[in-house]
């Protein structure tokens, strides 16, 4: 049985960061998460991708972001439990939970936060009659390490931010890029598509509009997409083929757990700590929903530093926190280190 004062599902960025403000109230975390590496969406689905609206950072890549958040909470020595789903959670008698894995573990924690951004997803995938056959093989949904794609024949199917974001990216990387979308207009970034726009014009990507691949062609790995536009049928020679679709996300086993659920969120008390209507039981980042919300991961750094005060009070009804800057307090971690403003020098003058 593992014990924490936080047992938090979920280690994405605002997970991590709620252990960086649980620590700062000697509170210990331990994390869930059903992926293999801390990182939630920012590992596992854009890590090369840059962020521009984290404070003080007017660009970071998805990836340094996270390794910074790690290093940020490494004085405070949270436990993690990885490639283990939260499957299960029972409430005991003095209002603790026990949360069991798919994997059999079980947690033990006087406060549960939900983290788990958009919770399980699963990319939506093009009606394509042999798609399956080239899973692996040339056929990917999520664009994790650009440099698999390295003077390689690249096809991108979409028409939103991810498709033309990725379109962009990997002119610089790619030996060929074709875009192609079912309609002429894209969803995505107005300044996205002008700069697609250059890009064709440069004759840097081809963009085949409007259009769709409708089949796949190859023996042991893909080597073209066949593609349709309007009564015409034509191959393109293609060594990766990435149909950003968007995801479906679903909150799995979380949804049974006697949640108030929202449109596939978990409703929450945003006037105080976003509690859900377990007491006990948080929900903090793009998981939650409330009037006003916004799916920001700047947002969700905000709900965790709430909810740790929060989770505090409840841990300790009968003590009284006092907040302390940490520029005055410094950061005291549970490993013995210290880190504070070096202090003032008295020095008298002659």
Not at 128 to 138: C, D, H, Q, R, V
Not at 296 to 309: D, K, P, R, S, V
């Amino acid at each position: 049985m593992i014990k924490t004062d936080i047992l938090i599902i979920g280690a994405g960025p605002t997970g991590l960061f709620a252990v960086f403000e649980a620590g700062l109230l000697k509170l210990k975390c331990h994390l869930i998460d059903a992926l293999p590496q801390a990182g939630g969406q920012l590992t596992e689905l854009y890590p090369k991708k840059p962020i521009y609206d984290i404070p003080a950072f007017p660009e970071i890549l998805a990836g340094d972001l996270v390794s910074n958040l790690m290093k940020q909470i490494e004085p405070f020595q949270p436990g993690f439990t990885l490639g283990e789903r939260a499957d299960t959670i029972e409430k005991l008698d003095d209002g603790s939970f026990i949360v069991t894995t798919d994997k059999g573990t079980k947690h033990h924690a006087p406060i549960v936060a939900i983290a788990g951004g958009l919770g399980s997803f699963e990319p939506r995938k093009p009606p394509i009659p042999n798609l399956s056959n080239f899973e692996n093989k040339g056929v990917e949904y999520i664009i994790r390490d650009p440099e698999v794609y390295r003077d390689k024949n690249v096809v991108i199917s979409g028409g939103g931010d991810s498709a033309l974001d990725w379109s962009i990216f990997l002119t610089d990387v790619a030996k060929s890029v074709t875009l192609i979308h079912r309609r002429n207009e894209f969803r995505g970034a107005l300044d996205s598509v002008d700069k697609v726009q250059e890009l064709k014009n440069l004759g840097k990507i081809e963009l085949i509009t409007p259009a769709e691949v409708v089949g796949l062609v190859g023996n042991d790995k893909l080597e073209e997409v066949v593609i349709k536009r309007g009564a015409e049928l034509f191959n393109r020679e293609c060594d990766h083929f990435v149909p950003l679709f968007g995801l479906s996300p679903k909150l799995g086993p979380i949804a049974d757990w006697g949640l108030e659920i929202e449109k596939n969120a978990i409703k929450v008390d945003n006037s105080l700590d976003y509690q859900t209507n377990i007491p006990g039981i948080y929900a903090i980042g793009d998981v939650n929903t409330y009037p006003g919300k916004l799916k920001l991961i700047l947002c969700g750094f905000h709900e965790a530093t709430l909810m740790c005060q929060s989770a505090y009070q409840r841990i300790y009804p009968d003590k009284r926190y006092v907040l302390k800057y940490t520029t005055v307090g410094g950061v005291e971690g549970f490993d013995g280190s210290k880190k504070e403003a070096p202090k003032a020098t008295v020095k008298s003058i002659d």
